[in-house]
């Protein structure tokens, strides 16, 4: 199926808009109790049926929503990441979840990182935040290689009941200013 709209492609991934071939593996990403654990938990199949739904209608309605992340070698869906800033939301998030199959192979980073230029670059917002558990140590940790620091405690909207989220984040003077700088250890 043809879905118009961006497309970004780094050197592993594509990252384009939720279709119907993503389906089965978005039910079976929401079905997981150790992805959806800092995610609101599992999910049934219905559920994450309008999940899928509430991700391409956002694209839409507002231009933006997260996208489905493809694995470029074997065209495999492993993730939804991207843009996000639903009704209530305390910021212009770029938010992030990788199917645990992938986890630990810096797909999250490769991918949040393209989607944070494309939130600065084409939508221009002024600042990115993650909304992030206080537990989730995984994604505190790719919030901080991200450049992103604390920035302040935040409540999510109903239905959404969490006891504690921290937003955290940066400016896209900071993002530009650190991806400006060379990597450490690179040879001039």
């Not at 949040?112 to 084409?122: G, Q």
Request: charged share 20%.
């Amino acid at each position: 199926m043809t879905i118009n709209g961006p497309l970004l492609v780094t050197p592993r991934l594509i990252l384009r808009l939720p279709g119907p071939e993503d389906l089965e593996p978005w039910i079976a990403f929401c079905a997981d109790p150790q992805t959806m654990r800092f995610l609101g938990g599992p999910q049934t199949r219905s559920e994450a049926w309008r999940g899928l739904c509430t991700m391409a209608g956002a694209w839409h309605v507002a231009g933006f929503a997260m996208f489905s992340v493809i694995e470029r070698a074997s065209g495999r869906w492993i993730g939804r990441i991207g843009p996000w800033r639903p009704e209530g939301w305390p910021g212009n998030e770029v938010g992030w979840g990788i199917a645990s199959a992938f986890a630990g192979q810096g797909y999250a980073h490769e991918a949040a990182a393209a989607a944070i230029d494309y939130a600065f670059d084409r939508l221009g917002w002024p600042e990115v935040i993650h909304c992030i558990d206080p537990d989730n140590t995984p994604s505190i940790a790719l919030a901080t290689r991200l450049g992103s620091r604390l920035l302040r405690p935040v409540t999510l909207p109903p239905p959404i009941v969490a006891p504690r989220i921290d937003a955290w984040g940066q400016s896209a003077a900071e993002w530009r200013a650190r991806k400006a700088q060379p990597a450490s250890g690179a040879s001039l």
